[in-house]
Antibody, heavy 116, light 110 residues
Framework: EMQLVESGGGLVQPGGSLRLSCAAS????????MSWVRQAPGKGPEWVAR????????YYVDSVKGRFIISRDNAKNSLYLQMNSLRAEDTAVYYC?????????WGQGTMLTVSS | QSALTQPASVSGSPGQSIAISCTGT?????????VSWYQQHPGKAPKLMIY???RRPSGVSDRFSGSKSGNTASLTISGLQAEDEADYYC??????????FGTGTKVTVL
């Protein structure tokens, strides 16, 4: 079964940092672009970042540029999101998603709350 | 990058057909044939229903279909069923090599 499992969410103070992880299984992770998508409470999804198979290309939504870093370890079938200088508006469920034809596989999400 | 515009809500009776619009710009929807649609039930992750404007992933009912004309893409659900009640989001690739989601539409089965 193809699966993505996120971890690492929690409560962080404004200005703090956190790293999210996403473990992939059931497919050849190194063959796919991967993305992070977030969803604030009561809102629609917002695409955050994506990364090419070999890490040579990365793209971000403007609101996280310079603060978030997407990375991957193909040997560990894992995707990461390093989040720095966190703001209240970053509060959301963070999903990792496989970029196949569309975002075709999603994890269950991990919740990040930024609050003092 | 502004979110794509969707109607806040659409409703229909069982067996009817409904359509959800998704309006963007030349920088996203009309610029590429990379519009996808997602169904989301409360507390669940989004599920891919349509990709590349008109294509349906394996396992998705053929009651779901997609189309596009100019800056507006549409998702049609025919033979509406109770289980179709959910939130629906469109998504498009953009000229900035990014993606943008729609504002979302709540579908209610009367």
């Amino acid at each position: 079964e193809m699966q993505l499992v996120e971890s690492g969410g929690g409560l962080v103070q404004p200005g703090g940092s956190l790293r999210l992880s996403c473990a992939a299984s059931g497919f050849i992770f190194s063959n796919y672009w991967m993305s992070w998508v977030r969803q604030a409470p009561g809102k629609g999804p917002e695409w955050v970042a994506r990364m090419k198979q070999d890490g040579s290309e990365k793209y971000y939504v403007d609101s996280v540029k310079g603060r978030f870093i997407i990375s991957r370890d193909n040997a560990k079938n894992s995707l990461y999101l390093q989040m720095n200088s966190l703001r209240a508006e970053d509060t959301a469920v963070y999903y990792c998603a496989r970029v196949g034809y569309g975002f075709d596989i999603w994890g269950q999400g991990t919740m990040l709350t930024v609050s003092s | 990058q502004s979110a794509l515009t969707q109607p806040a809500s659409v409703s229909g009776s069982p067996g009817q057909s409904i359509a959800i619009s998704c309006t963007g710009t030349s920088s996203d929807v009309s610029g590429y044939n990379y519009v996808s649609w997602y169904q989301q039930h409360p507390g669940k992750a989004p599920k891919l229903m349509i990709y590349d404007v008109t294509r349906r992933p394996s396992g998705v009912s053929d009651r779901f279909s997609g189309s596009k004309s100019g800056n507006t893409a549409s998702l049609t659900i025919s033979g509406l069923q109770a289980e179709d009640e959910a939130d629906y989001y469109c998504c498009s690739y953009t000229t900035s090599s990014t993606f943008v989601f729609g504002t979302g539409t709540k579908v209610t089965v009367l």
